[in-house]
């Protein structure tokens, strides 16, 4: 069964290293007969969650503040998996990326009992560094928000070496975002 995929892009280089895993993971999802819909965080106008806890009152546009995140909303909804994409910035996400993803709240917010809506996830990361230790904060982040939204790791393709567009130009880890979005099933 053809599964929907939501891709929040945290990149703001419209054709960089990022962008290119993307591309790959893409078509090797779109091969398996999956729907993907991406979202260039970066070119959108969204801003900050506010912590004020007063979304969840209106299903279509949940939280407090109406910005472009109303166009997320209804595809994050229905999607069964969500792909965080980022490049490596300070050993953590965009603040493009987490920006957006703080505001997901909102949707939480639409169930009396503060249920997060259940999703399968991916994470794809360009770097500069290219070492187990360099990605070890990530990876800590990823399991940790998994584990507390109670979603399910589908795989994570890191991709270190790259600091300028285009150094991940043949290099495997597009393969492997590839590979990854065809297991997607």
Excluded at 43 to 51: A, E, S, V, Y
Excluded at 141 to 159: F, M, Q
Excluded at 170 to 184: D, F, M, R, T, Y
Aim: hydrophobic share 40%; aromatic share 8%.
């Amino acid at each position: 069964m053809a599964k929907k995929i939501v891709i929040l892009n945290g990149s703001p280089r419209p054709r960089g290293n990022t962008a290119a895993l993307i591309e790959a993971f893409t078509k090797g999802a779109e091969q398996a007969g999956n729907g993907v819909v991406r979202f260039d965080v970066c070119k959108m106008n969204i801003h900050p969650c506010l912590g004020c806890c007063g979304g969840g009152k209106n299903p279509e546009s949940p939280c407090v503040q109406k910005d472009d995140m109303d166009a997320i909303y209804p595809h994050y909804k229905d999607a069964d998996l969500v792909v965080l994409a980022s490049p490596m910035y300070y050993w953590s996400l965009s603040g493009q990326l987490k920006c957006a993803f703080d505001r997901l709240f909102a949707v939480m917010e639409l169930s009396p009992s503060y249920e997060n809506p259940v999703k399968d996830c991916v994470l794809l990361m360009a770097a500069e560094g290219d070492t187990e230790s360099n990605f070890e904060p990530v990876r800590h982040y990823y399991h940790a928000l998994l584990e507390r939204l109670g979603w399910k790791d589908c795989g994570i393709v890191y991709a270190g070496g790259n600091m300028h567009v285009g150094d991940i130009a043949g290099k495997p880890q597009l393969e492997e975002a590839e590979a990854l979005g065809a297991s997607i099933r």
